[in-house]
């Protein structure tokens, strides 16, 4: 399984960028796929989720109502959709991939993910 993020640059506060991560290596209807994020000095945190099959999603509180989840199964394409960004959403992003069940709070732990992307960086302007 290989997973390659893409989409992230420069961008002002209070503006958009999409994220995407191509997965290949098999299909990946029974699995979940995540992205996370890691700021200058911090942990890395659980951003979103969703899974692949239903569509479920899952989200942080600190995006919830900015960024959108969404996957294109015949791209094998996960996306993030980040509108009214912040400097607090200076990052790498990584997009991960898990066979664990899709159970919380498991699943928003990056435990839980057995494939990672290299990541990209977000850099949000003041």
């Known amino acids: 399984v290989q997973l390659q993020a893409s989409g992230g640059g420069l961008v002002q506060a209070g503006g958009s960028l999409r994220l995407s991560c191509r997965a290949s290596g098999r299909t990946f209807s029974g699995y979940g796929m995540g992205w996370f994020r890691q700021g200058p000095g911090k942990e890395r945190e659980f951003v979103a989720a969703i899974r692949w099959s239903s569509g479920s999603t899952l989200y942080a509180d600190s995006v919830k109502g900015r960024f959108t989840i969404s996957r294109d199964n015949a791209k094998n394409t996960m996306y993030l959709q980040m509108n009214s960004l912040n400097p607090e959403d200076t990052a790498v992003y990584y997009c991960?991939?898990?066979?664990?069940?899709?159970?919380?709070?498991?699943?928003?732990?990056?435990?839980?993910?057995?494939?990672w992307g290299q990541g990209t960086l977000v850099t949000v302007s003041s």
């Open positions: 991960a991939a898990t066979r664990s069940a899709w159970v919380t709070p498991q699943i928003l732990g990056k435990s839980a993910y057995d494939y």
